[in-house]
Every structure is written in structure tokens, then in C-alpha cells.
């Protein structure tokens, strides 16, 4: 048994914030207050010590991006946004290769919509996701067979253990509001969540099809469905006032809508996305210099370059700048998603690309957004500074995600708190210094702060340093 003494112990569910010792047996917290004894003690006095963050909205599902994850407090990272189909070649792709940290993905209505639309074979990866990102053909309305096809594999996946389903309706705009509708009802009669990128705002496209964020409160109030709203920040740039207004109100009238930010000025997707494409760019104020290309780390140099690009690569990833960050006003913005009432900290992180050596460590080059590696201690920074309680922010990053969960995954109950019976994911970090290190220019710099982090009762990170061999990670399923 593992003591952790002296911390100052914060626990969002109950309440508490206080120093005393937790006890740690295997994989389970035995015990919170003062005096256990055990057969090792770790003095932890002048830390923090907390639920690991659970990171609902992770796209960086590979060993770098894990450990860089770990490195900013995450204990569980899950791809919920975009999903896995099949859900069960999705797991076992990953139990056999083992993951620092725990991991789970919801099923997938874009990979079932490809699959349905365009006949691609689905492996339960997100390559071929992101390789058909630009593809017109799974954007349309899909035929009564398709639609058909579509719910099927999605209801298959969601009763193989799927965690809710990932909607993607941002990338498809010919896509049937009555389809949405139609996920939205499977998943209330499943009792699952689903977890969409909306599809445009009406002010940023006037003829779409419907309001992506009407389309949200619709489908609360229609078919009862929890609706988790993914990065309502980067979906909503200018017009957060009007959107939140909205979750607010549908809230108030019964609606289960929950939402997630992230606190950076800038996205990153597929070049190949929908909303990307030259003539589109001006609804969002963007140019083609406003994008960065990062497998060559190219500020794209005009409507020509992302042309071809675009066709070159679609799924290439690339950086997004809709806000400026050195920018208050933009930034004052970008802060109210965070501060919404019960807003989730998620970071939306991507994979690490151009390693030589994905097991090398520490990493060596290669680039991504710096939310993969710094979103949550970014966040803890930015709330320090406004006077945010630390326990209100780690609310927000433990308890939030994981009773988003818990209704359908019984396992979800036993994270994101401190206390007797608990699972051992805790983290130790310095309240104070705890803070982002990457950058654009440095993606993939991990965030200092955390001292030690323990998944399942075992160390991930140790004295500021990773343990390297560590894979006490385990799949979380409905």
C-alpha cells in the first residue's frame, strides 16, 4: 500500500479540500484522511493532489500524444468526437499495443456514413476517418438504404461497448437534419450521449441547412438524448453569446446539453474539411494564411496552394487560427466558453506527427497543436490568474467528464473523485507553477508542474519524469 502524505487532498464531489494522507492499494484509493499506514510513503506536502483530468475529446491516441497528455494530468483520454467503427477492432487494435493511460471511443456516425456512402472498409482506425474527410460523396443526403445502413452500424458499435456516438456533422453539410434527429433518437433509446462538432452557425452560413446550434437544443427537446456540445468555442468564435444563450435556455426547459472548450485561439483539423475549402473561407473570416499545413509547417500561401493540398492530402492536419491570442478583446472571448456554467475542459488534441522514433522520449521534434500537450495545465494557469477556485477548476476536469459518462458506464463512477473505493488515478502537481510549455513553434514541449501521476495505482510520471516502460492503461467501455 502507497501513502500519500501531507497533500492538500481535493476532492470535487464531496467537497473537500483539505490536507490529509490517501492511501493507495493496487489499483483502488482505500482510504482519505489521516494516518493510514502503508508499506511505502510518498511526502507530497505543498501539493495538490486530485482526480486525474478525464480529456473526453482526444484525437491524440498514440503513445506520444498519451504521454504528452500525461504530462498535463490526464489520466483518461477518450475519442469521443469523431469515434472508432468497428468499435470492437477499435480496442483491440489498441490493447495490443498497450497505452500509458486509460482510453475508450464512442462510436463512430461519420465512419458509418463513409462506409454506407462510399463502400470504404472500415479497420477500426482513424486513418481512413481522416483519408475520406473531403470526400463530397459521404458529405450528401443520404438514400432511405444508406440511412438505414448508417444506423445500423452505428447501433451495432453502441451495443459493442461504444461510449455514446460521435457526430461529425460539422464536416458533412448536405447531410438531413431528419438523420441527425434520427442519431439523436438512437442514442436516447440506447442512453447513450452523443458528442457532435455542429454544423455551421447560420451566421457564418446562411443557407445551411439548419443552425448547428438550434440543431443541438432541437434534438435535447425532441428525442431526450444527452447532447454533448464538442469545442463550442472553436464552433462558435463571435457568436459564443447567442450560442450559449441558447444551451441556457434549452437547459432551463428540460434539454440535456453539456459543453466543452478548449482555451486556445486556433483548431486543427483535416486540410481537406468541408468548412476549409477556398471559397468557404471567408465565412469565418479566415484566408489561406491564416492555415498551417503541419506535415511541412507551411503558412499556406494562397487559395492555389490550399487547393492543392487539399487534394494532395485531405486528412493532412492542419492549424486553424480564428482568434489572435495576444489579442484581450479575442481572448475575452475565447474565456467565456470556459467560464459557461459546468463547461468541460477538453483539449481536442491531435496526433504527434513526423517522429522518427514514436517511442523515443523525450520527444524528438516532431509537431502538433500544443493543446495536445498543454490544454488542462493552460487551463489551470489561465484560472489561477483570474482567482478561480482550484477546486472549481479541477471540477471541471474530473467530476464534469465522467458524470457525463457514469449514466451508461458503470466504471465512470469511480473516477474523477478522491475517496474510499475509487480507482487510482491520482494526480500530484505544484497548484502554483503548474503551466503549459508548448507552443506552435514547439508543439510538443510537455507541460511542467505535474510531480506524479498514477494510473490504475501505477506511476506514469514519477518525480517530474516519465516512467518509460509504464503501460497501466485499460480500455473503458459501456
Given amino acids: 500500500m502507497l501513502i500519500l502524505r501531507g497533500g492538500r487532498v481535493l476532492d470535487p464531489e464531496s467537497g473537500l479540500d483539505s490536507i490529509c494522507d490517501v492511501a493507495v492499494d493496487r489499483d483502488r484509493i482505500t482510504a482519505v484522511g489521516e494516518g493510514p499506514i502503508g508499506d511505502a510513503e510518498l511526502d507530497v506536502s505543498g501539493l495538490a493532489v486530485a482526480p486525474g483530468f478525464i480529456d473526453l475529446h482526444s484525437h491524440a491516441q498514440s503513445l506520444p500524444g498519451r504521454r504528452l497528455q500525461a504530462f498535463d494530468g490526464v489520466t483518461t483520454a477518450l475519442e469521443l468526437e469523431g469515434g472508432r467503427a468497428p468499435i470492437e477492432d477499435a480496442y483491440a487494435r489498441e490493447a495490443r499495443g498497450g497505452s500509458p493511460i486509460n482510453y475508450g471511443f464512442s462510436a463512430s456516425w461519420a465512419a458509418a456514413r463513409m462506409e454506407a456512402t462510399t463502400g470504404v472498409t472500415l479497420d477500426g482506425g482513424m486513418a481512413t476517418l481522416f483519408a475520406k474527410i473531403g470526400d463530397p460523396e459521404w458529405q ?6 444508406e440511412l438505414a445502413r448508417i444506423l445500423d452500424r452505428v447501433g451495432r458499435d453502441v451495443a459493442s461497448g461504444g ?19 434520427a442519431v439523436a433518437k438512437l442514442a436516447a433509446d440506447a442512453g447513450v450521449p452523443t458528442f457532435t462538432h455542429c454544423r455551421d452557425l447560420i451566421e457564418l452560413t446562411p443557407d445551411t441547412l439548419i443552425d448547428g446550434a438550434e440543431e443541438i437544443v432541437r434534438a435535447a427537446g425532441t428525442t431526450g438524448a444527452h447532447m454533448h456540445y464538442c469545442h463550442v468555442n472553436s464552433t462558435s468564435v463571435r457568436h459564443v453569446d447567442r450560442v450559449l444563450a441558447l444551451i441556457e435556455r434549452c437547459r432551463a426547459e428540460g434539454g440535456h446539453v453539456t459543453t466543452e472548450a478548449y482555451p486556445y485561439g486556433s483548431g486543427a ?19 489561406p494564411t491564416s492555415l498551417v499545413y503541419l506535415p511541412s509547417g507551411e503558412r499556406v500561401a494562397d ?28 481572448m475575452a472571448v475565447l474565456r467565456k466558453s470556459l467560464a459557461f456554467g459546468d463547461a468541460i475542459v477538453a483539449s481536442d488534441a491531435m496526433p504527434v506527427l513526423g517522429l522518427s522514433d514514436p517511442e523515443a522520449w523525450p520527444i524528438g521534434g516532431g509537431s502538433t497543436h500544443p493543446r495536445t ?27 464534469l467528464p465522467a458524470r457525463v459518462l457514469e449514466g451508461c458506464v458503470p466504471s465512470m463512477r469511480n473516477k474523477g473523485r478522491i475517496r474510499a473505493g475509487a480507482d487510482a488515478d491520482v494526480i500530484v502537481f505544484d497548484a502554483e507553477c503548474i503551466t503549459d510549455q508548448a507552443t506552435y513553434a514547439e ?31 485499460r480500455p473503458v467501455r459501456a
Avoid at 487551463?379 to 477556485?389: F, H, I, M, Q
Avoid at 508542474?449 to 516502460?469: C, E, I, K, Q, S
Fill in 140 to 145: 450528401r443526403a443520404a438514400t432511405t438504404s
Fill in 163 to 181: 461510449l455514446g456516438i460521435g457526430i461529425l456533422s460539422g464536416y458533412a453539410p448536405g447531410v438531413d437534419p431528419e438523420e441527425y434527429l
Fill in 269 to 287: 483539423t483535416g486540410i481537406g474539411a468541408a468548412f476549409l475549402a477556398p471559397e468557404r473561407l471567408h465565412e469565418r473570416g479566415l484566408k
Fill in 303 to 330: 487559395e492555389a496552394r490550399l487547393r492543392e493540398l487539399r487534394a494532395k492530402d485531405p486528412g493532412g492536419a492542419v492549424i486553424v487560427e480564428f482568434f489572435d491570442e495576444s489579442d484581450p478583446a479575442d
Fill in 373 to 399: 500537450a498543454g490544454c488542462f495545465s493552460r487551463a489551470l494557469r489561465l484560472w489561477r490568474e483570474e482567482g478561480t477556485p482550484l477546486l472549481e477548476a479541477v471540477r471541471r476536469a474530473t467530476l
Fill in 443 to 473: 508543439s510538443t514541449r510537455p507541460s511542467t508542474g505535474m510531480r506524479h501521476v498514477l494510473v490504475n495505482g501505477d506511476f506514469v510520471v514519477r518525480d517530474g519524469a516519465l516512467v518509460a516502460d509504464a503501460r497501466p492503461g
